[in-house]
C-alpha cells in the first residue's frame, strides 16, 4: 500500500509541475489554455476557476498529463480571439512555452535537493571497509580502515567527501564518464570495536591515491561495479545478524549478535572483510565450500565454531554463502548545509545528475552503454516504495532524481517530447519557415516509434529486476 501510495504522489507531483511549467508561461505569453489535465482519457474529476477559461482535470490513466491551447492547426478560430492562439505568437514565445515544463522539473529538483541539503540526512561516514582483494582499490594501496576527506576528478579542484554516499556518487560519475578520481585520505589506524561500536582511529598524515575509473569502460551501474573498483561500502563490525533457519550459520551454532574475530588463521577487522572471505571459501575444482574454523565473541566469551558455506551462484560464478546478514549498521554523520551552501549544493547535484543522464543516453545511443540501465513504471514504483519507508529525506531525493530524469527526457530531440518541437522551431528559427505538414507527420510517427521502443525495454528491464 505504500509503494502504490509513493508512487502516485511521485506521479502526480512530477506530472502536475511539468504541466504547470507548460501552463504558467503560456498564460504569461497571453495564449488562453482551454484545459489542463493531469492524466488522459476520462476525467474523473472537473473543475473551472472563476473568471478563468481553462479546464482543469483529473483524468483516468495517471501516466502523463497535457495542456491544451486555442491553436488554429487543431480546429477554427474566433477572429476576435486569434491573438490568443498559439500558433500565432512569435518563436520566442512558443519555445519558451515548450521549454517550461523539462525547466519546471529541473527546478523542482533544485528545491527538493536543497530542502533535504537544509533539512540534513544521517548518512555512512566515508571509512573504508578492506577492499575486494585484487581489486583497483586494493592495487591504490588502500587497505580498508581509511577516512576519506577529499575528492576531485582529473583537472578538477578537490572538495570535500562529507559521507559514503558522497563517495559513491563521485565513483559513479568517474566510472560512467571514463573518469580518474583522485582521492585524499587520512590512513588506517587501530580499529575499537565492541559489542556495539566500532570507531575508526585515524592517524598520520594524509595521503594521495589515484583509481583509475577510466579503465573500467563501464556500461551499466550494478554490484559488479563496485567489486571492480573495490569499495563495496562502508566500515563496518564483523557482525552476525539475522540468522535464517536452515542456512549454514543456523548448522554451526551461529547466533544473531555473534562478532566474528578470526576465520581460520586470518584476523576479521571488518564486516565487508567478512563477506568476502566467506564468497571465497568456494573451491574452484568441484565448486564445494570448504569447512572453516571461526573465533566469535559472544556475550564477552570466546568460542569456536565450525562454518561450513554453502554454494551459490552470483551470476555464473559460484561463491559461498551462509544464511545469515554479515556486518553491521556502519557509523553513521549528520550532513547538513546552510541557507546558500545547500542552495548551491542543489543547483549542483541538479547540474550533475542531468550531465550524467544525458551521457550515458548518449552512450546507449551508440551502443557504449548497456541499454538496462533504462527504467520503467514498476522500477520507480518499487524505488518509490523503498525511499518512503527510509523516510522523508530519502523519498525528496528519489522524488529529484525522476524530476531530473523527466526533464532531460523530454528535452530530447523527438517530435513527440517537447525536445521534438524546440528541433521544429530550431529549423524555423534557421530557414524563416515552419515544417511542413507531411514531414511535421512522418517526424511524430516515428518519434513516437522510437518512444514506445524504449518504453517496452525500460519495461522489460523492469520485469526482469523484479522476476530476475
Known amino acids: 500500500m505504500l509503494t502504490l501510495l509513493a508512487f502516485v504522489v511521485a506521479l502526480g507531483l512530477l506530472i502536475t509541475i511539468h504541466e504547470y511549467g507548460h501552463y504558467r508561461v503560456a498564460v504569461a505569453c497571453g495564449v488562453k489554455v482551454l484545459k489542463f489535465s493531469i492524466g488522459f482519457g476520462k476525467p474523473l474529476y472537473t473543475w ?34 486569434r491573438h490568443l492562439a498559439f500558433n500565432t505568437k512569435p518563436l520566442r514565445s512558443r519555445a519558451a512555452v515548450v521549454v517550461a515544463g523539462p525547466i519546471a522539473n529541473l527546478l523542482l529538483a533544485v528545491l527538493l535537493y536543497s530542502v533535504v541539503n537544509w533539512g540534513g540526512m544521517q548518512e555512512p561516514k566515508a571509512v573504508l571497509a578492506a577492499p575486494v582483494p585484487d581489486s583497483m582499490a586494493a592495487r591504490a594501496g588502500l587497505v580498508g580502515g581509511e577516512r576519506v576527506t577529499q575528492a576531485a576528478f582529473d583537472g578538477e579542484a578537490l572538495e570535500a567527501i562529507r559521507s559514503f554516499t558522497d563517495l559513491r556518487w563521485r565513483l559513479t560519475q568517474g566510472a560512467l564518464t571514463g573518469q580518474d578520481l583522485r582521492l585524499v585520505v587520512a590512513p588506517a589506524g587501530p580499529v575499537i570495536q565492541s ?84 564468497r571465497a571459501t568456494v573451491t574452484q575444482v568441484g565448486q564445494l565450500a570448504l569447512p ?118 523530454n528535452l530530447l530531440p523527438l517530435p513527440v517530447l517537447d525536445g521534438g518541437h524546440l528541433m521544429y522551431y530550431l529549423w524555423e528559427a534557421a530557414t524563416g519557415r515552419s515544417i511542413s505538414e507531411i514531414w511535421m507527420e512522418r517526424l511524430h510517427r516515428g518519434g513516437l516509434a522510437i518512444l514506445l521502443m524504449m518504453m517496452a525495454i525500460a519495461l522489460f528491464n523492469d520485469l526482469q529486476r523484479l522476476l530476475g
Open 292 to 409: 572453516q574454523a571461526w573465533q566469535i565473541e559472544r556475550a564477552g566469551q570466546n568460542l569456536t565454531l565450525t562454518v561450513t558455506p554453502q554454494v551459490q551462484l552470483d551470476g555464473d560464478v559460484p561463491v559461498g554463502k551462509i544464511g545469515a546478514y554479515v556486518g553491521s549498521a556502519p557509523a553513521m554523520v549528520s550532513v547538513r548545509y546552510g541557507l546558500m551552501d545547500g542552495f548551491w549544493g542543489g543547483i549542483v547535484k541538479t547540474w550533475d545528475v542531468s550531465s550524467l543522464t544525458l551521457q550515458m543516453m548518449g552512450k546507449m545511443l551508440v551502443g557504449e552503454a548497456s541499454l538496462k540501465n533504462l527504467s520503467g513504471p514498476l522500477t520507480i514504483a518499487d524505488y518509490a516504495g523503498k525511499s518512503a519507508t527510509l523516510g522523508w529525506a530519502s523519498y525528496l531525493m528519489f522524488l529529484a532524481l525522476i524530476s531530473v530524469s523527466l526533464g532531460v527526457l
Open 48 to 81: 473551472r476557476c472563476a473568471g478563468k477559461p481553462t479546464e482543469f482535470s483529473i483524468s483516468a490513466l495517471p501516466l502523463g498529463g497535457y495542456v491544451k491551447m486555442l491553436d488554429e492547426r487543431e480546429g477554427p478560430v474566433d477572429e476576435a480571439e
Open 195 to 278: 559489542h556495539d561500536r566500532q570507531e575508526e582511529t585515524n592517524q598520520g598524515p594524509t595521503k594521495e591515491l589515484v583509481l583509475p575509473l577510466s579503465q573500467l569502460n563501464a556500461t551499466e551501474v550494478d554490484a559488479r561495479l563496485f567489486r571492480s573498483v573495490g569499495l563495496m561500502g562502508p566500515l563496518t563490525q564483523p557482525l552476525v545478524g539475522e540468522v535464517m533457519a536452515g542456512g549454514a550459520a543456523a548448522k554451526a551454532g551461529l547466533q544473531a549478535g555473534d562478532v566474528v574475530r578470526r576465520m581460520g588463521d586470518q584476523r576479521v577487522t571488518d564486516g565487508q572483510q567478512l563477506r568476502e572471505m566467506i
